[in-house]
């Protein structure tokens, strides 16, 4: 089984990741602090600034991720800066802002970056879906409980571990095992 480090002070990140990656030999090792984030709305540069800055913290190969949504009704915001607009508007003003705005579509985009010392890799996952016009299912994991993901009916945090089987992390996480396993060691 291969420990790798994953940097991340999300408890749900951490457990949606180790979920996914123990079914193909991976062991996720968590590894606990903030990192000062970029304020941007491009998230590949996001994530390799995360990844430089954890690496340059613990020395050792490690990844990071950055999921964003990119609304159809903004022209692509908040994309990178997801977070700071979720930490302002909350659940129920996002859902009356944008699910119930003209145009609710939505993508959903996780990239992980990787850094082994030598070289930072990217992978990435999406998915479209809509913004719920309000929120529905278990607000603590940020915005679970305002995405509909396209084919379903039920938020991501109705959907509840379904959503590991479909979700942008999961895509993105299935592109990153892929490269562990085929890398020359």
């Not at 180790?18 to 193909?24: F, P, S």
């Not at 579509?105 to 990787?114: D, F, L, P, Q, R």
């Amino acid at each position: 089984m291969i420990k790798l480090r994953f940097l991340s002070s999300n408890e749900f990140k951490i457990g949606e990741a180790t979920e996914i990656l123990k079914g193909v030999g991976i062991d996720v090792v968590p590894v606990k602090f903030k990192i000062t984030e970029l304020q941007t709305n491009d998230i590949d540069l996001l994530a390799k600034d995360k990844a430089l800055k954890a690496f340059r913290q613990v020395g050792r190969p490690l990844f990071v991720e950055h999921t964003g949504l990119f609304l159809k009704y903004l022209n692509g915001l908040p994309g990178g800066l997801t977070q700071l607009f979720w930490d302002t508007l909350e659940a129920d003003r996002f859902s009356e802002l944008f699910g119930r705005s003209s145009d609710p579509s939505v993508k959903a985009e996780t990239v992980i970056s990787y850094c082994d010392g030598k070289q930072i890799y990217f992978f990435r996952g999406h998915i479209e879906g809509t913004i719920s016009p309000s929120p529905r299912g278990k607000r603590d994991f940020q915005w679970d409980c305002v995405f509909i993901p396209n084919g379903f009916n039920e938020t991501f945090a109705e959907l509840g571990v379904k959503k590991n089987e479909i979700s942008m992390r999961r895509k993105a996480l299935d592109e990153f095992a892929k490269f562990l396993r085929e890398k020359p060691r």
